[in-house]
């Protein structure tokens, strides 16, 4: 059986990219899985075309959660806000690679939830995105 | 066709009719025969195991209503020398393959495997005398009744209850301990009186004492830990000489640590104080002797599905006097004396406490179960579980950069091992054990408050019993090391 550990998502673990906080972030979000306490939280500065300038996340949990919130910072630097909003479930899936039970699934998808929740939030929710974030 | 099958049917009454009608009948008289007075079908499974059950015992203590000292006796001891080769013969699951591996079940804490002895119990069931208990008038919903009624006179012997009517059935530890929160504590709980509990509780004695706190304005009062997971004896006693404290709720066996707590002594002090006291049991019954006539608790709580029967049933065991005084958890059929349009009047404990139709096929199951422990013997469990624990304990203990929580002698607690490896995050050496077909559970064992004050987040958690073997622990530390390797630990 192929390991979902692969050294791409150790080294994320291990050396997160884009970990800290963004004191003037226009958009923030922050949430947790409460099956296995993994906390992620987002930050993104925007400039005034509404591209994301920065990006942080911070958080605690398992190396899915966190290598995969790290990875998505990578993934929305320099997006415009309306791009990020368009990222996917499968998006998120194929930067972790490998198998995930449906229990690890909402550890790799945590930092996907939050970053809509604050973009949406942002933005404006309306009925169809909160039934997005709620089938996350 | 008619005519065939009445002919067929005129002919039965020779002796070598061999339709499966007429075999299930004949193993039926047989069985009656076998136990005079009782009227619960036997197995029409041939097997090759002898009986587990101690038929004559039981069906006297049936009528009799009470168990005997001797009785609880022969489920302590086992009656064999213990094979555990033989035991894992009998859980069907142990076949399975996982991940190209046979499946290494240490979850045992969560939900035990279930014999086939419990699963096939539950389909003759099903298959043979299914009825609703304690109303039908007809010949199955007496057999239901009858075995309804057994399984509880088996866990009474089993805790060494007074009488059966002290047992009653609940769906598990959870709602054991809601039920006694809402009937025994909304009466004698009232503004400012405390209830103790400890740190190391499970949720499910935590957040119903919350509740009937917050109902009734009464304050929830914690004995600490020290380091190595034992209760503080002093802040116990402390709470104790507190004002207005009414229930002391603590667990028997912590779930997350193995702490095997002296409930004994604090069952002593607490009616020095006038303090009634309920025992979550949950984790102790399964794994060893328990007898509520020496602990003199006034409840104990477990759930079945944790000793080799089905999900969905459990016990409460509360003594007699205590359970006469409490008002019923939940109205509906099956609860009540009479019913006006109006008012109504209580049944009598347990009955008082079982409204509407019971889990009645769980109970069945539970009373397979207990059989079947009994016939290993509580004694011969806890003396296996500790074996294993102790082997866990010497080899894990030597993986780089482990750290095991809970008493640091194996022999002070039962077969619960908490541990974590470097800063491998428990679910992702759960997911790494589960690729070497090995079940461990992940995460905060619903006990937040013990892991907050373990200043951890999770924890990995292996737990065994009845058909563990020794080279299971052996392929667990094999695959934590595995772990270790992968996380450059």
């Not at chain 1, 690890?104 to 997005?132: D, F, H, M, P, Q």
């Not at chain 2, 046979?102 to 389909?123: F, G, H, M, R, S």
Request: charged share 25%; with cysteine; proline share 4%.
């Amino acid at each position: 059986m192929s390991s979902i550990y692969s050294e791409i998502i150790l080294d994320y673990y291990r050396y997160p990219r884009n970990k800290g906080s963004l004191p003037n972030a226009q958009i923030q979000a922050r949430d947790t899985n409460p099956l296995c306490g993994d906390v992620i939280e987002m930050q993104l500065e925007l400039d005034e075309k509404n591209t994301v300038k920065d990006v942080k996340f911070n958080g605690q949990g398992c190396a899915i959660s966190q290598a995969s919130a790290s990875m998505l910072t990578e993934l929305v630097k320099g997006k415009t806000v309306d791009d990020v909003r368009k990222i996917s479930k499968d998006d998120v899936l194929s930067l972790i690679g490998g198998q995930l039970t449906a229990v690890r699934l909402k550890c790799a998808l945590l930092s996907l939830k939050v970053l809509k929740t604050g973009v949406y939030n942002y933005i404006g929710a309306t009925e169809s995105t909160k039934e997005e974030l709620s089938r996350l | 066709m008619l005519r065939q099958r009445w002919a067929a049917a005129s002919n039965s009454t020779s002796p070598k009719a061999t339709s499966p009608a007429a075999a299930a009948t004949a193993s039926y008289r047989k069985a009656k025969n076998r136990l005079p007075g009782l009227a619960v079908p036997k197995s029409t499974t041939p097997t090759t195991k002898p009986p587990l059950t101690f038929p004559g015992q039981l069906a006297q203590s049936t009528v009799r209503g009470y168990a005997t000292q001797k009785q609880a006796t022969a489920y302590i001891h086992g009656k064999a020398p213990y094979d555990v080769e033989r035991v894992r013969h009998d859980f069907p699951i142990l076949k399975r393959i996982i991940n190209k591996k046979p499946l290494a079940y240490l979850d045992n804490a969560a939900t035990t495997q279930k014999p086939l002895e419990v699963i096939e119990e539950l389909a003759r069931f099903y298959n043979e005398y299914n009825a609703n208990v304690h109303r039908g008038v007809y010949k199955i919903s007496e057999e239901a009744t009858a075995a309804y009624e057994q399984a509880r006179a088996k866990i009474a012997r089993l805790i060494n209850a007074n009488s059966p009517n002290e047992i009653i059935f609940v769906r598990g530890t959870t709602e054991a301990i809601n039920l006694v929160a809402q009937s025994w504590g909304r009466t004698n709980v009232g503004l400012g009186d405390g209830i103790i509990l400890t740190e190391m509780e499970h949720h499910s004695n935590i957040v119903p004492w919350q509740l009937l706190a917050k109902q009734k304005g009464a304050h929830l009062k914690y004995v600490g830990l020290t380091d190595d997971g034992h209760l503080i004896h002093e802040d116990f006693r402390r709470h104790l000489e507190s004002e207005g404290v009414k229930l002391v709720a603590m667990t028997h066996v912590s779930n997350v640590l193995g702490t095997i707590n002296p409930v004994r002594e604090y069952i002593r002090e607490a009616h020095k104080q006038g303090c009634r006291i309920l025992v979550d049991a949950a984790q102790s019954v399964p794994h060893m002797p328990v007898d509520v006539q020496d602990l003199d608790c006034d409840f104990l709580a477990f759930s079945g599905h944790k000793m080799c029967g089905p999900t969905g049933i459990g016990v409460l065991y509360g003594k007699k006097a205590i359970l006469e005084e409490m008002p019923p958890y939940h109205g509906g059929g099956e609860m009540i004396r009479e019913v006006h349009l109006y008012e109504s009047t209580w049944r009598d404990p347990p009955y008082r406490f079982e409204a509407g139709t019971t889990n009645i096929a769980g109970a069945i199951g539970l009373g397979r179960a207990i059989d079947y422990l009994s016939e290993l013997g509580l004694r011969n469990i806890q003396a296996h579980d500790q074996e294993l624990t102790e082997y866990a304990h010497d080899t894990l203990g030597k993986i780089k950069g482990i750290k095991i929580y809970g008493p640091e002698n194996p022999r002070t607690k039962a077969g619960v091992i908490s541990f974590n490896l470097g800063d491998v995050h428990a679910h992702d050496m759960a997911t790494l054990l589960d690729e070497d077909g090995i079940a461990v559970r992940s995460g905060h064992h619903c006990a937040q408050p013990l892991m907050e004050r373990l200043g951890v987040s999770s924890t990995t958690r292996a737990s065994v019993y009845v058909f563990n073997r020794e080279d299971e622990i052996d392929r667990l530390v094999e695959s934590v090391a595995r772990a270790g390797r992968v996380f450059k630990v």
